[in-house]
Structure formats: C-alpha cells, structure tokens
C-alpha cells in the first residue's frame, strides 16, 4: 500500500468513525493474540526485509502491539492525552531500525489482519475508520522519529539500535 493511502487521514475522527473502531476493536479483542500474529506474518510477507528487526520472542511483541492498539483505541476521543506517548514510541523506533517507509507497510499488514480476522464485518465504513486511526497513531509516531532524528544530528549521536522491546 502506497504512503499516500493513510497521509489523507490526518484529521481528529467523528464520533460514528469513533463508535466503529471499538466495536470492531471489541470484536477483534477476544482473538488478540491470533490477530497480532496475522498481523506479523502478513507484515513479513509484504516487507520480509524487516523481518530481521524483530530477533525473536514475536509472542511479546504480539502482545505489546494489541495492548498499544487497544489503549490506543480507547483514547480515540482524547487524541491529545496520547501524542506524547505516540511521539515517544516513534523515537524508539528509530533504535529499532523503523524507517519512515516502514509506516505504509505496518498501516497495510494492519489492514489486512482486520480484514481477515473480522471478515464481513470489516465494512468499508469501519476500514475508513481504521485508515483514520492508523493515520493518527504513525503521524505522531513519525512526528516523534523527525525529532529524535534533528535531537540527535544536533548532538551528533546515532540511534543505538536496541533492541526490539521484550527482548
């Protein structure tokens, strides 16, 4: 999937957009763990070359991923009481080795789980909705790596590529 996919959806979400990612989310929920795996098997699919950032353990991270999605989910309406943390978790990224390319492809793999996962329930509405989100969530994530990349050519130290956390 193109970039070009999610840097439309760069405005708060409505309140039916709202209303349909946590259903769905709340549908998704129960089969977390099978989702998060989808997720990364198709993520490996589309792109294997990030396969080798994530040097084993792909259970934790599953579960870091769904527990960030959902507290994520949740704060739709308060965008605002997560940018910081999403600021943040983008700057760690760039330890991790995540390129900005990287986001389209996560955004894609993302797409593809919750149509596999939730199948007809996965309506268009509820995919724009989740475009929405995923728009959000990188834009601020990408915003926190541009400032962790300008912080760090002005003190002139490199990312430390740490590990993948869990690890």
Sequence with gaps: MA???FEAYTTVMT???????RRSYAKLEPHASIAALAFYRRLFELAPQVRPLFKDD???QATKLMDMIGLAVSLTDRPESLEGDLRDLGARHL???AEDAHYAV???AIL???AEVLG???TPATKAAWLEFYGLVSGKMLEGAA?????RANSGSEPSKAPVPGK
């Design 106 to 108: 996560v955004g894609a």
């Design 15 to 21: 309140p039916d957009q709202i209303h349909l990612l």
């Design 95 to 97: 330890d991790y080795g």
């Design 112 to 114: 593809d789980m919750l």
């Design 120 to 122: 007809d329930e996965f």
């Design 147 to 151: 400032a962790a990349r300008v912080d």
């Design 58 to 60: 792909i259970e934790s």
């Design 3 to 5: 970039d070009a996919a």
